[in-house]
């Protein structure tokens, strides 16, 4: 199974971003999308995480197979790192967090509560909750903001594991991660100013 | 689903979750009626189901702003709507949760309110039933009232206006079952037609409020 994107068109607030994007990823690989702030990375991850509906394009492999991580890691301030993850376990159909704690190295935290966690904590419990979804794409909108160097490498390794295992990932980020993918800049793909004036329905959102 | 309610009724219980708000609003106005209508117990007795209805449904109002709010700014609504759970389940669980956690204390607590504004003695049991079978409604379209707001910073206000004239048809079949109770009248019409209406809400409701939810998560 292939996530494969063909002649893609999205828009931001009923302007469209990008138009005629086209990639594919095969299992066990991982894809970089690259592109200045506003590019339209994130809009171009939503959409394909099924959260807003594409102008146009076909977006084939996304149904049931997402797990989307975006700017929010949704943790709850008053529930512990331990319920945080097993809550997120049971709504994918999931029973076992123990790896996901060790891939983090959240075990010594896994009693305190969220909301007393730093910064790069959160983030850490954020990105272990994609390895309790059991999903086989990743999605993945700057995932290493707020994390130290050591961080970034548990994070490397978890994705690593998680492409050898099959699995694919698809990472929106501006620093090196240090993975074996193919990079892909949206860039050439931002819409034309004629297009923008296109009808949307937002006056009745 | 279970595990989405449990974590709802843990949040409302822990720290800052909420719970007792909107029960402690119902106490505040129902004990402050006597004060401020003054000594007449024949009058409290008339206005009485009237006054616990509309306590019960201000208190009820008084907490929807929490019901989507937080799991929106938090980014748990994102990730729920990429989750196999329907979307029409998860806010079946949010308003069951909003009704244990609000609608249920205040169905418990309305006989002892009762007491306090000289309730009739027939009308205890056609009030419980009645809050009973009625604040379910107010929570099930409060969820569509919060799914239609939830993008919008301190959105309280336009929530209200929108979600009050939807509350009107079970306020008034849930205060008129009341108020017949207590003049010992037979009140089985008014009761009918308010389950009619509460069921009818839950069933269709949630499929409402999770199609204006994708279009406030886009």
Not at chain 1, 90 to 117: K, M, W
Not at chain 1, 148 to 172: K, N, Q, W
Not at chain 2, 123 to 130: D, E, H, K
């Amino acid at each position: 199974m292939t996530l494969r994107v063909t002649d893609l068109a999205v828009a931001r607030g009923g302007v469209p971003v990008l138009d005629g994007v086209t990639f594919a990823v095969a299992p066990g690989t991982a894809l970089i999308l690259r592109g200045p702030n506003g590019a339209g990375k994130t809009t171009l991850l939503r959409c394909i995480a099924g959260l807003q509906p594409p102008l146009s394009g076909r977006i084939d492999g996304a149904e049931e197979t997402i797990a989307y991580a975006g700017h929010a890691d949704g943790l709850k301030a008053m529930l512990s790192v331990r319920e945080n993850l097993e809550f997120w376990a049971q709504v994918f159909g999931q029973t076992d967090i123990a790896p996901a704690l060790i891939a983090y190295d959240l075990e010594p935290l896994q009693n305190r509560l969220a909301g007393t966690l730093s910064a790069g904590q959160k983030r850490r419990l954020g990105l272990a909750r994609l390895m309790v979804t059991g999903r086989p794409v990743w999605v993945l909108d700057e995932p290493t903001v707020s994390l130290d160097v050591a961080a970034v490498e548990l994070f490397a390794a978890a994705v690593t594991a998680h492409l050898a295992g099959g699995g694919m990932a698809l990472i929106a980020t501006h620093i090196n991660l240090g993975l074996d993918a193919q990079t892909f800049d949206i860039t050439p793909f931002r819409a034309k100013l004629s297009q923008r004036s296109a009808a949307s329905d937002e006056a009745f959102l | 689903m279970i595990a989405l309610l449990r974590r709802d009724l843990m949040l409302a219980f822990r720290a800052g979750g909420g719970f007792g708000l909107g029960l402690a609003f119902f106490l505040i106005v129902t004990v402050l009626v006597p004060f401020s209508v003054g000594p007449q117990s024949d009058l409290l007795a008339t206005i009485a189901p009237g006054v616990l209805w509309l306590g019960a449904l201000l208190a009820c109002l008084l907490s929807l702003d929490r019901l989507l709010a937080l799991d929106f700014e938090d980014g748990t609504l994102d990730l729920l709507a990429t989750a196999p759970l329907p979307l029409e389940a998860a806010l079946s669980v949010k308003a069951l949760s909003h009704w244990l956690t609000t609608g249920l204390p205040l169905v418990l607590a309305a006989p002892l309110l009762g007491v306090m504004l000289n309730l009739a003695p027939s009308g205890y049991l056609w009030l419980v039933a009645s809050l009973g079978l009625g604040t379910p409604a107010l929570s099930a379209i409060g969820a569509f009232g919060a799914a239609l707001t939830v993008g919008i910073k301190r959105g309280g206000l336009l929530m209200s206006l929108l979600v009050l004239p939807l509350y009107v048809p079970t306020l008034i079949f849930g205060a008129e079952t009341a108020r017949r109770g207590a003049m010992g009248l037979d009140a089985t019409t008014p009761l009918i037609l308010l389950a009619g209406i509460t069921f009818g809400t839950i069933a269709l409701m949630p499929f409402a409020s999770a199609a204006v939810l994708r279009m406030t998560l886009r």
